[in-house]
């Protein structure tokens, strides 16, 4: 079982930058295109960006241009680097790493990481 471990949250004024990382224990990391989602208060999980296992990418467009998000296969990590920060980019940012089996589709999410952007 891939288990995920976000960090790199924090409060942050608003233009302001961060990275968030995620650390997969196992090299399943490898096979799987991995995510990361946010969750504000009162609303949905919605999708930020996207990576697949040939580093193609995919953003929501109220992030593009402003987030990037990579991968390190080596060191079984994803990253999203998040610059010009809105106070609606506040949210619960969860990484997500999804793979498949012959038993099917396999979603595993990590326990989350609190950005807050506020003046």
């Known amino acids: 079982q891939v288990q995920l471990v976000e960090s790199g949250g924090g409060l942050v004024q608003p233009g302001g930058s961060l990275r968030l990382s995620c650390a997969a224990s196992r090299t399943t990391f490898s096979i799987s295109t991995m995510g990361w989602y946010r969750q504000a208060p009162g609303k949905q999980r919605e999708l930020v960006a996207t990576i697949t296992t040939t580093s193609n990418t995919n953003y929501a467009d109220s992030v593009k241009g402003r987030f990037t998000i990579s991968r390190d296969n080596a060191k079984n990590t994803m990253y999203l680097q998040v610059n010009s920060l809105k106070p609606e980019d506040t949210a619960v940012y969860y990484c997500?790493?999804?793979?498949?089996?012959?038993?099917?589709?396999?979603?595993?999410w990590g326990q989350g990481t609190q950005v807050t952007v506020t003046s």
């Open positions: 997500n790493a999804r793979y498949f089996t012959i038993s099917g589709t396999h979603d595993i």
